[in-house]
């Protein structure tokens, strides 16, 4: 099994996360305002919130791989130059400035984690979803990535290498899932409804 991680210290500005702390303090007190003050409904927040984590956000990463899927050229561009194949989608900006899209095969299964905070690319997966922020998540995922897969409901062959990917604020990772069996004769966009976003970090199978 390779874990493939990169230096924390390298690649995290601790200021930076103590400056988005406090912003997620702000963001807390401001909720609780608005609800207090009866100008929100939390439960509408948490709908818009769920409609960007599952919906919206993956909607785009989804027409990516389906993209991939069809077209080997541009399968070829993404693996080589991921920002520069997602931009060809007109997807990209803030939390998506640099990206690798990383392939598995029948050999290789690729996930992706956080492992200081909840580096996401935001751009073509929308917001991480909770349990992508959580702690048990981000150490464990590292140690025992084939049992936390195995305990998400995603049992990897013994044969097949897992490799943990290490996102950060610079450099975000996409998983290229593997293209399900039958769907030979599908088009992009019926493939792009199949995707899923715990597809596209490496915690499911599409
Ligand atoms: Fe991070």
Redesign the pocket.
Known sequence: MAVVLRAMSDH?DHHRRAGRSDIELRVRAMEQLLVEKGLVDPMALDAIVDQYETKVGPRNGARVVARAWTDTAYKRRLLDDATAAIRELCYGGSQGEQMVVVENTPAVHNVVV?T????YPWPVLGLPPVWYKSAPYRSRVVMDPRGVLAEMGLRVPDTTELRVWD???ELRYMVLPRRPAGTEGLHEDALAALVTRDGMIGVAAV
């Open positions: 995290h956080c200081l905070c909840s580096c996102s950060n604020a």
